[in-house]
């Protein structure tokens, strides 16, 4: 699930980002509205979280954005005008929830969560295949039974492929999905990472590789 957080205040920013990572997003960080509208240009995002005050391009704007090109991008405002008419008239604006400031960080990832269900490609709560079981509320992995002890990343990586039903995926997808834009796309940090879960998943090998298209499971 990969999220962008416009938020001017870049202290509240990077504290919004750095606990969205935490709870095994991929999160970019932006401090305007003109920022905010060029990256979700560029880039498929699930949820943008939107402060409403924006410099240089106001939140508003980037929200009618949205809505005005198809975006399938869920909007969460999240701002310090909480009076019910500052909500009703985000909501207007083609909002798909609203959080007053301050807020309960818990409460902020479950209604992100909650608005990534409702995107335009959901994923159901529970993945299984070969014996893998995913559930992707509470953030559990298991393989015939036995508990995986999986990274935020490696725990993305495997939900992709899952849900992907024996399909390959490229490795520029999977980077696309997974990580953030500051990601670079010739480390191997894909390769890295799939080795990771593939000596978690253990024996015998549930992903194959592709070569020159991708992986699958």
């Known amino acids: 699930m990969r999220i962008l957080v416009a938020e001017d205040e870049e202290t509240l920013a990077e504290i919004v980002a750095t606990g969205l ?16 509208i060029a990256y979700l240009s560029l880039h498929d995002y699930d949820v943008v979280v939107l402060d409403r005050d924006l410099p240089r391009v106001h939140g508003d704007d980037v929200a009618r954005h949205l809505v005005g090109t198809g975006s399938r991008t ?33 409460e902020l990832v479950s209604r992100v969560r909650a608005l990534r269900r409702r ?37 993305s990586l495997l939900q992709i492929l899952l849900e992907a039903e024996g399909g390959v995926v490229s490795a520029e997808e999977l980077l696309e999905r997974a990580w953030d834009a500051h990601a670079d ?33």
């Open 21 to 36: 990572r935490r709870a095994g997003f991929a999160v970019d960080t932006v401090y305007s509205g003109d920022a905010a």
């Open 74 to 106: 869920r909007i969460l405002m999240l701002t310090a005008a909480g009076s019910t008419e500052d909500r009703v008239m985000g909501l207007d604006l083609g909002a798909d929830d609203y959080l007053p400031k301050p807020f309960e960080f818990p």
């Open 185 to 217: 796309p010739f480390t191997g940090a894909v390769r890295v990472a799939m080795s990771k879960l593939r000596g978690k998943l253990g024996d015998p090998p549930l992903i194959r590789t592709v070569q020159g298209v991708g992986y699958a499971l």
């Open 119 to 155: 995107s335009a490609r959901p994923a159901p709560p529970l993945l299984e295949r070969d014996g893998v079981r995913l559930d992707t509320v509470r953030r559990t992995a298991e393989r015939d039974g036995r508990a995986l002890e999986l990274s935020p990343k490696e725990f």
